[in-house]
C-alpha cells in the first residue's frame, strides 16, 4: 500500500491549536451565558455609572469615578476569574465535561491553559468597556502602565486558583452558592466601593489581606495616586496566586 493512500492520517492536532481552538471555545461559551454575562460585565458596568453618577458613598477628596475605577476594574477581575470560572467549571466537572475532555488528546493542564487564556480574553474586553465609561465620566488615570498589567495578572492568576480550587474540591451547587456569597462579601468589604479606611482599624488590617483589597488598592494606587510601582500589594497578590494555584494543583478532582 503506498503511503498517503488513507490522507488526512487521522491523530491529535498539533498542542498550539488544540489550546487555540479550546480557548475560543471557552470564550464563545463565557460570553454567551446569560448568568456570567451578568457578572462579568453588567454589574461592573452599572456599578461605575451608578456610583460614578451619584454620590451615594463618601470616597474622600477628588471625584467619585477617579476612586470608583480602580476598584470596578478589580471587581471585573474578580467576577471573570474567580466567581464566573468557579460556577461554571464546578457544574462542567458535575455533568462529566471535564472528565471527557481529560480523555481526550488535550493534556489536563492545556485544558487549564485554555481556561485561563479565555479569562483573559474575556477581562480585556472588560477593561476596554469599564475604561470607555469612565473616560466617559472624566476619569484621568496616572501611573505606571506596567504596573497596572503587573496587578492585573497577579490578580487574575490568584483568582483564578482559588475559583479552581472551590470548582474542584465543591459540589457544583456548593460552588454556586459559595462563589457568589463571597463575591457580595469581598464587593462589601474588599475597598471596591467603601474604602477601607471606613472600617475599624482592627477589620482594615485584615480586610487589607484579602486579594480584592490588595488589587483595588494597588490600582487605586497606580492610576489615581500615581505611585509607580505597589510592592506590597503585589507581594499580596503574589502569595494568594501561589497559595491558590497550588491548592488547585493539589486537590482538584476532574470527578
Known amino acids: 500500500m503506498s503511503a498517503g493512500t488513507y490522507t488526512p492520517q487521522a491523530g491529535a492536532a ?23 454575562l451578568l457578572l462579568t460585565v453588567i454589574i461592573p458596568t452599572l456599578l461605575l455609572v451608578l456610583f460614578s453618577a451619584v454620590d451615594i458613598v463618601d470616597t474622600g477628596a477628588g471625584r467619585s469615578v477617579d476612586f470608583l475605577t480602580p476598584g470596578i476594574l478589580a471587581l471585573a477581575v474578580m467576577s471573570t476569574a474567580f466567581t464566573g470560572q468557579a460556577i461554571a467549571t464546578g457544574f462542567e466537572r458535575r455533568y462529566g465535561v471535564l472528565k471527557r475532555l481529560g480523555a481526550s488528546p488535550l493534556p489536563r493542564w492545556a485544558l487549564m491553559t485554555a481556561k485561563t487564556l479565555a479569562v483573559l480574553v474575556t477581562e480585556v474586553l472588560q477593561v476596554v468597556l469599564l475604561t470607555v465609561i469612565a473616560f466617559a465620566f472624566g476619569w484621568s488615570p496616572h501611573g505606571n502602565p506596567f504596573a497596572v498589567l503587573m496587578l492585573l495578572v497577579l490578580g487574575t492568576a490568584a483568582f483564578s486558583g482559588l475559583g479552581l480550587l472551590m470548582a474542584g474540591t465543591l459540589k457544583a451547587e456548593a460552588t454556586l452558592a459559595a462563589a457568589n456569597l463571597v463575591f457580595l462579601l469581598l464587593l462589601v468589604g474588599g475597598g471596591v466601593i467603601v474604602p477601607l479606611d471606613k472600617f475599624p482599624d482592627a477589620v482594615q488590617s485584615v480586610l487589607g489581606l484579602l486579594p480584592i483589597a490588595a488589587l483595588s488598592d494597588g490600582l487605586r494606587d497606580v492610576l489615581q495616586h500615581g505611585a509607580s510601582m505597589p510592592w506590597s500589594d503585589l507581594g499580596i497578590l503574589a ?4 497559595l491558590g494555584l497550588g491548592a488547585a494543583a493539589k486537590f482538584f478532582r476532574w470527578e
Open 14 to 36: 498539533p498542542l498550539s491549536r488544540m489550546i487555540t481552538a479550546q480557548t475560543a471555545l471557552e470564550t464563545r461559551m463565557l460570553l454567551r451565558n446569560g448568568e456570567q
Open 239 to 242: 502569595v494568594w496566586a501561589v
